[in-house]
């Protein structure tokens, strides 16, 4: 049985990356495909909050500007 990336599908190379996050073991192709799996998303904007982020009242966000109240709320 051949492993695969748990983000991409792939097949896992010659360097595959275990991690082990919200209390499953996964595997992937690459520390990229890991970053990608692993890292909160932005309560504001969604995208990936790569090293500290902003934590707020329980909440991660990416940048200090999300973490504004109101910052994602449409005008
Ligand atoms: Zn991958
Ligand atoms: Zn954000």
Redesign the pocket.
Known sequence: MKER?E??G?DLGPHPVGLRYRGREST???FG?AVVQAAPACCACGAKVLGHGVSVAGRTYCSRSCAQPGAAVAP
């Open positions: 990336c983000c991409c792939g992937f192709c690459s495909c």
